[in-house]
C-alpha cells in the first residue's frame, strides 16, 4: 500500500499507481515520493506545452521504479570511473522493463507502452558522460518530462542527500550547471527561482 496518496489522481492510473508504489518503496528512500510529486506536477500543470497525459503520467510514476531490482550486493559490480554511469543506466534498462511489464499485464495501449518505455530507458540519458546527450530527447513527450524530472534537482531535500557525496564547491557548481540543460524556458525559469532559494 502506498503511504503517498496522489491528490487528484484519474481513476484509470489508480490501479497503476497501486502497482508502482510497493516497487518504490523497494528502491531508494525517496523513490515513490519523488514520483508522487512528479506526477502531481503533470496534473497540476497548467502552461501550453502540449504532451501526451497517458504517456507522461505513467512515466512520472514509474520512471525509477529500476531502482527496486538494483540490490544492494549489485553495487559490488558497479566500479571504477563508470560507476556512476553504470548505475543510471542499470537502474534506466531495469525500469524500462518492469514498465513493459506491468503495463502489458494491464492491457495498456500498446503504441502508448512502447512510448512510456523508450521514455524511461533515456530519461537520465543527460547525466551520462556522452557527446550531445539532448539530442536523445527526441520528442516533446521526452523534453516535457526530461525537464520536469530535472526540477527535482532543485529541491533542498535532494540537496542534503548530494551533500554527502560532493564538496560544497562542487556541489553548488553542479546545480548551477544544471540550469543549463533544459528544454523550455518556463521550466529553467522555475528552476532559477527554486535555485535562489537553495542553501548550499
Known amino acids: 500500500m502506498s503511504i503517498f496518496e496522489i491528490k487528484n489522481l484519474p481513476k484509470q492510473y489508480q490501479s497503476l499507481w497501486l ?3 510497493p516497487l518504490l518503496q523497494k528502491g531508494r528512500p525517496d523513490d515513490e515520493g519523488h514520483a508522487k510529486e512528479t506526477v502531481e506536477f503533470v496534473l497540476n500543470y497548467k502552461g501550453d506545452l502540449k504532451y501526451d497525459s497517458e504517456v507522461i503520467i505513467p512515466v512520472a510514476m514509474m520512471h525509477d521504479i529500476g531502482h ?4 544492494p550486493e549489485h553495487f559490488k559490480y558497479v566500479t571504477g570511473g563508470a560507476k556512476v554511469t553504470n548505475g543510471k543506466l542499470a537502474h534506466m534498462l531495469a525500469g524500462a522493463k518492469i514498465a513493459d511489464d506491468i503495463l502489458t499485464e494491464m492491457n495498456y495501449d500498446e503504441a502508448k507502452i512502447k512510448e512510456i518505455v523508450d ?3 533515456i530519461h537520465d540519458w543527460d547525466q551520462l558522460a556522452v557527446n550531445d546527450a539532448k539530442a536523445v530527447y527526441d520528442t516533446d513527450n521526452k523534453k ?3 525537464d520536469i524530472d530535472v526540477l527535482d534537482r532543485f529541491n ?3 540537496l542534503e542527500k548530494y551533500r554527502k557525496s560532493f564538496k ?3 556541489l553548488q557548481k553542479l546545480i ?3 540550469l543549463d540543460i533544459f528544454f523550455y524556458p518556463e521550466f529553467q525559469k522555475i528552476a532559477e527561482e527554486r535555485f535562489k532559494g537553495l542553501k548550499i
Open 19 to 21: 502497482r508502482c508504489a
Open 68 to 71: 527496486s531490482a538494483i540490490l
Open 119 to 121: 521514455i524511461i530507458s
Open 144 to 146: 516535457f518530462f526530461h
Open 156 to 158: 533542498q531535500e535532494r
Open 168 to 170: 560544497q564547491d562542487d
Open 176 to 178: 548551477k550547471q544544471q
